[in-house]
């Protein structure tokens, strides 16, 4: 093992990571998708949570990645996987019969309910910028029990108002998701490189819980496109430990051989 | 009952301008070498359908080949955007591209349908996004028993559905295993079908988890190494370079469309494709 | 979570009177040895679900353990009928039976829909069969798209599935191949499962074809030869002689009782019962 | 090989049998209902149509038996297999798909348009013999492109009118299969121990279209219960030949090592 000493500080990146990686603590099974929850959700069965079940669109059941995955379809999940089922099997069987605790997602955008757009930024038909779109998210978002967010935190992120609603998060707040008949908690926590965002219990209404370390409250509000409310029992991360920061690095080293970010 | 024929030969006969055509691969077993043929022998006004369309269809649409996509993600794995599918989306070019866009789960539930001979799927699912507002083919359909609310949506009923394998036996069944998308519901789905193979083989392999019998196919070519730069789990590893070279090649219209020239439309078959761009990555590599 | 435990503490723990219980196995993996310890432990007021109902119904529906069976085929296979189903059904003994009756493609429509969270199935099925008249949980569902009607049936919701299966994992994880049935969509539509298997092993056969995580389940007890006189593919053949002896065993009441008496009730557990049952295969073959 | 004139002469179940069978030549796939479709169709694989696909409800995709299974969830099928999917799947994917050429079905009623029951006879309710029930039927004979029926010809079997109607025939005749908006053609021949009965091309009424060797007409009509027609065209069935007769006592005595009838 390597002194704390000789260890480059963690990025704001590796610090998202880990804090999104301890999310997943006590809990069992989770579909991960596409984007920054890959290399958390690896972290977080290395490091926290050895028997934490790791489920990918593309099939892949308890994938056991020991290289961050370049994409949900690598061949690593599902070489290491105990199965790989049909992806029409993994949206019924899996996620849509309330199988998975924790849908783990990114975000383009995402608003104070939790709500997040990967399809468009400006109008549907006349787009200033085209996303990706859906992929498996509106119904990872709506049938898992909860639902974690990973994204930075940046002011084109986290705005007043999504110009799409691609996955549903709390809806217009308050029993407003329920109301839509939807089975889950919603988003539970937003993790991002400047902290972490909860549902307020009633309002449902993202407020910041935490903050990591040296990072000024100014500045979450700064990158946050409507009033952020802070909580009154704001705390600050625990920064990565050695053991944290060792994994990811050496995960995400092995992400590097596969030459392509 | 699937012949064994030239590519060239099976996209002749089978894909037809103005087809309603998916060439499927979840990441893994994309079938570049017969996307690469289609474009080769010029068909246009296609109707391209794929849950997940990446560099193949990047290469399709920013070749004029396609008047509509039916998808539900459409990026560059681990790398970004897909530049001409947006430049078709965003401006246009080179022709404006209709999209009809759907989550993976109601994808998904349009192929089993269309597999099942079932007009409809059922799913829980859109609910709360925009994207019913903005797409064609979802609809609801209540519960008989409980009075629910469901969402339905169109069963696939494709014209050619392309998709690649790791092998074919000698009776011209194809077998896969890895990550196996929706290949089976593709060509399921489809009134004529072409697999491209990496290899002939006595009898399929052990590790074979999905079957396509040989009587529900029309073509099978055996192309090695035909889905690169995807892969075929057994047979190779993902270009995961060439993902990320793909972001500069189709970054701009003139080069891109004088790369598609020089490596795909002006070269005779796939495997002269695939010597070209080898030869490129070890000059790449060499410079480093 | 699934844990090795044994059957009795199994079904002590997970079966009760009057649930509504699948034991499932398609001629394949039929679990006997749960079924009797069902019995041993008395249980009553099930409601059985299966599509093939053989022999393990026939034991527990003639001992009065069922008040209902969901089911679309009971016969014994290749031998003829089920004398104590038809008892019940024809003659109330030892009660009245109350059948709710499908067709395979409807029954495994409920499992489907059942595994896969919804609340109905659609199906091409029962047009122009006196079957939907006759029975519950089938209705019509119209194609928002098409317009066509199509069949609906309810999805199965289980108290308890219980199936057979090759082997588990140092993990817990099931693995199973050959005829596979419906045994995963069971195990998925039920609140509670209990698996039996012939082995434990470390890693999972490389010809396994359909897997039950762990975690599907709560209960996994290794009982060799649990589900004989069916069979587990890779570790017994089906006992097609004492399938035979069981039409002349089950033919009058009697001596069913009796026999179910001697060599089940009065069994301590499974291992006993098949040492009585090929003490007597040996002896009948002896005599011949 | 034995001269013809060493071998027990053909019994009327297997002039059933090998008649059966060569009603399969030219099809491609054929789904194999319980009961006395199996032998038949294990005939026809082996002397007529090697490449015939036969597909079982159990999931068994071109299984290639060697001996008669005695059920339609027999090892034997999933081991000499192609492929092997589950019950769901081949009800959704390969039958009710459109795929299936040939659905072969048994019979324990049938009646003048070729409707079977295989329920109840009696009432529902207060049944005289309780049948086994509808098993995959209902939707092989709704599904396939055509279906053929092979049954014993006893009067207690083809019946004026049917006491359950568990899987459909020409429904009442003439349009009124194509009326229910069933696809396939229906039942296009029943091969029994005395003949081969087929619909008439307009009323769809099951016609004596052929009578098995040594057998008399009014023997036929005798265990019709309804007013048998005779096709103008009726001819006799060429008796089973050396290679039908050998193979068949072959697939026969296989099974009969399994030891249960």
């Known amino acids: 093992m390597t002194e704390p000493g000789e260890r480059a500080p963690a990025t704001a990146d590796e610090v998202m990571t880990v804090v999104a990686a301890r999310e997943l603590r006590g809990r069992r099974t989770c579909l991960v998708g596409i984007g920054?929850?890959?290399i958390a959700a690896s972290l977080a069965r290395q490091v926290h949570e050895p028997s934490l079940v790791l489920i990918y669109e593309s099939g892949a059941i308890r994938a056991r990645p020991t290289r961050a995955p370049l994409s949900i379809g690598d061949g690593e999940l599902a070489e290491t996987a105990l199965d790989v089922v049909g992806v029409p099997e993994v949206f019924s069987y899996w996620l849509q019969s309330g199988r998975i605790d924790v849908g783990f997602l990114g975000a383009a955008q995402i608003c104070r309910y939790g709500n997040i757009n990967t399809t468009v930024i400006g109008p549907y038909?006349?787009?200033?910028?085209?996303?990706?779109?859906?992929?498996?998210?509106?119904?990872?978002?709506?049938?898992?029990?909860?639902?974690?967010?990973?994204?930075r935190h940046t002011s084109r992120a986290f705005v007043n108002r999504l110009d799409f609603v691609t996955s549903i998060g709390h809806h217009e707040g308050g029993d407003s998701r329920k109301a839509l008949g939807l089975p889950g908690d919603g988003p539970?926590?937003?993790?991002?490189?400047?902290?972490?965002?909860?549902?307020?219990p009633d309002s449902r209404e993202l407020v910041l819980t935490a903050i990591h370390?040296?990072?000024?409250?100014?500045?979450?509000?700064?990158?946050?496109g409507w009033p952020l409310r802070i909580a009154a029992s704001l705390t600050e991360t625990e920064p990565p430990t050695a053991l944290e920061l060792d994994t990811l690095r050496r995960l995400s080293a092995g992400r590097a051989t596969g030459s392509a970010g | 009952m699937a012949e064994l024929v030239p590519l060239a030969d099976a996209v002749a006969d089978l894909v037809r301008d103005g087809d309603r055509v998916a060439l499927e691969g979840f990441t893994h077993l994309i079938p570049f070498a017969a996307g690469h043929e289609i474009l080769r022998q010029g068909r246009r006004g296609l109707t391209l359908v794929r849950m997940t369309p990446d560099l193949l269809y990047?290469?399709?649409?920013?070749?004029?080949?396609?008047?509509r996509l039916v998808f539900s993600w459409g990026g560059n794995p681990g790398v970004g955007s897909l530049h001409r599918l947006r430049d078709a989306v965003e401006h246009g070019w080179p022709e404006l591209l209709d999209l009809e866009e759907h989550s993976h789960a109601g994808m998904?539930?349009?192929?089993?349908?269309?597999?099942?001979?079932?007009?409809?799927?059922?799913?829980?699912?859109?609910?709360?996004?925009?994207?019913?507002?903005?797409?064609?083919?979802?609809?609801?359909?209540?519960?008989p028993f409980t009075g629910e609310q469901l969402t339905a949506v169109r069963a696939f009923a494709l014209d050619v559905a392309v998709v690649h394998a790791q092998q074919v036996d000698r009776d011209g069944n194809i077998g896969i295993w890895g990550i196996s998308g929706v290949q089976k519901?593709?060509?399921?789905?489809?009134r004529r079908s072409i697999v491209t193979v990496e290899e002939r083989v006595d009898q399929l392999d052990a590790r074979t988890r999905v079957v396509l019998p040989s009587w529900v196919m029309d073509a099978v070519s055996v192309v090695p190494q035909g889905a690169h730069p995807s892969y075929a789990t057994g047979y190779s590893e993902?270009?995961?370079?060439?993902?990320?070279?793909?972001d500069a090649i189709s970054r701009e219209r003139e080069p891109f469309v004088e790369w598609m020239r020089r490596h795909v439309l002006e070269t005779a078959d796939f495997s002269e494709h695939l010597r070209l761009v080898a030869a490129e990555t070890a000059a790449a590599v060499g410079s480093r």
Chains 1, 4 share one sequence.
Do not use: K
């Open chain 1, 36 to 38: 920054l929850p890959g």
């Open chain 1, 125 to 151: 038909r006349q787009p200033v910028v085209r996303l990706p779109g859906a992929g498996g998210a509106p119904e990872i978002a709506a049938s898992s029990r909860e639902v974690i967010v990973i994204a």
């Open chain 1, 188 to 200: 539970t926590a937003v993790i991002t490189d400047l902290g972490v965002l909860r549902p307020e």
């Open chain 1, 213 to 224: 370390p040296g990072v000024a409250v100014a500045t979450v509000r700064e990158r946050t």
């Open chain 2, 58 to 67: 990047d290469q399709m649409i920013g070749l004029g080949a396609a008047e």
């Open chain 2, 108 to 143: 998904a539930a349009r192929y089993s349908a269309g597999a099942s001979g079932l007009p409809f799927g059922v799913l829980r699912g859109y609910v709360g996004s925009d994207l019913a507002a903005h797409t064609r083919n979802v609809s609801t359909v209540t519960c």
């Open chain 2, 185 to 190: 519901e593709a060509v399921l789905c489809a």
């Open chain 2, 238 to 246: 993902r270009d995961n370079a060439f993902y990320a070279r793909w």
